[in-house]
């Protein structure tokens, strides 16, 4: 659950990072080293957030909201506060007319960047609202959308032309 970090200089004493390694055991102390880890605050895989949230499981809901937490995960929704409410605030996906193609929708999630390590993303849609509604699952290709880095451990995935993909 920590990062380690480094300022390598190329080995100046006087500038720290020097670039020597030096291998530590535990409960041993290093005069004149200075150690710096930081505590890995955005988790972009399952594996870091089951860390960060110990005693939690796929299905637990503990925030009581409408998400369980490997949906609050796969979304890049916050665990604790129990909005249901994703990245910056937002739904956790949405539909929108699209930024690239006007008169189409495209739809619009945030997810971690590593979360495709541990989830599987699949698109579905009704043709028609009848009772019983029949869902079904769309085979989405890299040229069916596109994703974007935010810089914070999660990005902006943005599937286009919803229509000609359902062909609706």
């Given at each position: 659950?920590?990062?380690?970090?480094?300022?390598?200089?190329?080995?100046?004493l006087d500038?720290i990072?020097?670039?020597?390694?030096?291998?530590i055991?535990?409960g041993?102390?290093?005069?004149?080293?200075d150690?710096?880890?930081?505590?890995?605050?955005?988790?972009?895989?399952?594996?870091?957030w089951?860390?960060?949230?110990?005693?939690?499981?796929a299905?637990g809901?503990?925030?009581?909201?409408?998400?369980d937490?490997?949906?609050?995960?796969a979304?890049?929704?916050?665990?604790?506060?129990?909005?249901?409410?994703g990245?910056?605030?937002?739904?956790?996906?949405?539909?929108?007319?699209?930024?690239?193609?006007?008169?189409?929708?495209?739809?619009?999630?945030?997810?971690?960047t590593?979360?495709?390590?541990?989830?599987?993303?699949?698109?579905?849609?009704?043709?028609?609202?009848?009772d019983?509604?029949?869902?079904?699952?769309?085979?989405?290709?890299?040229t069916?959308?596109?994703?974007?880095d935010?810089?914070?451990?999660?990005?902006?995935?943005?599937?286009?032309?919803?229509?000609?993909?359902?062909?609706l």
């Open positions: 659950g920590y990062d380690s970090f480094g300022d390598v200089d190329g080995g100046d500038i990072g020097d670039i020597t390694p030096i291998v055991a535990p041993e102390e290093s005069p004149d080293n150690f710096v880890e930081t505590l890995d605050t955005c988790p972009d895989d399952w594996d870091e089951l860390y960060q949230h110990p005693g939690e499981w299905d809901n503990p925030d009581l909201d409408a998400y937490n490997l949906a609050e995960f979304f890049a929704m916050p665990a604790e506060d129990g909005s249901g409410s990245w910056l605030g937002r739904t956790a996906w949405i539909i929108q007319p699209s930024t690239l193609a006007p008169g189409t929708l495209e739809g619009v999630f945030i997810r971690p590593g979360a495709l390590l541990d989830v599987t993303y699949t698109l579905e849609y009704a043709a028609t609202l009848a019983p509604v029949v869902w079904q699952s769309l085979t989405l290709e890299p069916h959308y596109t994703t974007v935010n810089g914070d451990c999660t990005e902006t995935v943005t599937i286009h032309d919803l229509e000609n993909l359902t062909g």
